[in-house]
């Protein structure tokens, strides 16, 4: 069975910079698992942020980016704002199934 | 605007059966694949299924496979989900989204398997 594996919870303070990875125990996470990542908040649906590992929805905030960095995939936020703090949620495709990380509470302290 | 609306979450007995719909409006469905994604309480999120745009390919999480069909009337805006053997790890609010790529997501609908 195919895990896909996240930092369980990471604290940032505001303004900084963190980045949040997602592992796969395949091997390394390459363009041809269609990395995406999600922002999910307290009784809220999910709300996109990247997709094909880099590429930005019309709503995301400039601060998210997306990259492969060493066999991950990974998303940075920059100049980090208390509207930051939630769950997010990387997604891979494994031949026509896709596969949810466990997730990353975020909190900005 | 673009909205999807998913209908039919319930409570139901283990070993029941259960019929998903989401409507899609503002937006050309059927020129998307579309998926369903469901989040048990306090859990994370977890792919269930999705079906190409005509409706030709359709793939399934192990866990379901042989319970749950997806299917989809274009002409209807709609994506179906039929569950079936239902059992309590089923239960979840269960989300409709179109392709990662254009990313509309509904509101959920809850399902709830219990005696």
């Known amino acids: 069975q195919t895990v896909v594996t996240q930092e369980p919870s990471l604290t940032v303070s505001p303004g900084g910079t963190v980045t949040l990875t997602c592992a796969s125990s395949?091997?390394?996470?390459?363009?041809?698992?269609?990395p995406n990542w999600f922002q999910q908040k307290p009784g809220q649906a999910p709300r996109p942020l990247i997709y094909n590992a880099i590429n930005k929805h019309s709503w995301t905030p400039a601060r998210f980016s997306g990259s492969l960095l060493g066999g991950k995939s990974a998303l940075t936020l920059s100049g980090v704002q208390p509207e930051d703090e939630g769950d997010y949620y990387c997604l891979l495709y494994y031949g026509g199934a896709w596969v949810f990380g466990g997730g990353t509470k975020l909190t900005v302290l | 605007e673009v909205q999807l609306v998913e209908s039919g979450g319930d409570l139901v007995q283990p070993g029941g059966s259960l019929r998903l719909s989401c409507v899609g409006s503002g937006l050309t469905f059927k020129n998307y694949w579309m998926s369903w994604v469901r989040q048990a309480p306090g859990k994370g999120l977890e792919w269930v299924a999705n079906?190409?745009?005509?409706?030709?390919?359709?793939y399934y999480m192990d866990s379901v496979k042989g319970r749950f069909t997806i299917s989809r009337d274009n002409a209807e805006n709609s994506v179906y989900l039929q569950m079936n053997s239902l059992r309590a790890e089923d239960t979840a609010v269960y989300y409709c989204?179109?392709?990662?790529?254009?990313?509309?997501w509904g509101q959920g609908t809850l399902v709830t398997v219990s005696s």
């Open positions: 989204a179109t392709n990662w790529r254009v990313g509309y």
């Open positions: 395949t091997g390394a996470v390459t363009s041809g698992h269609y």
């Open positions: 079906i190409k745009e005509d409706g030709s390919e359709k």
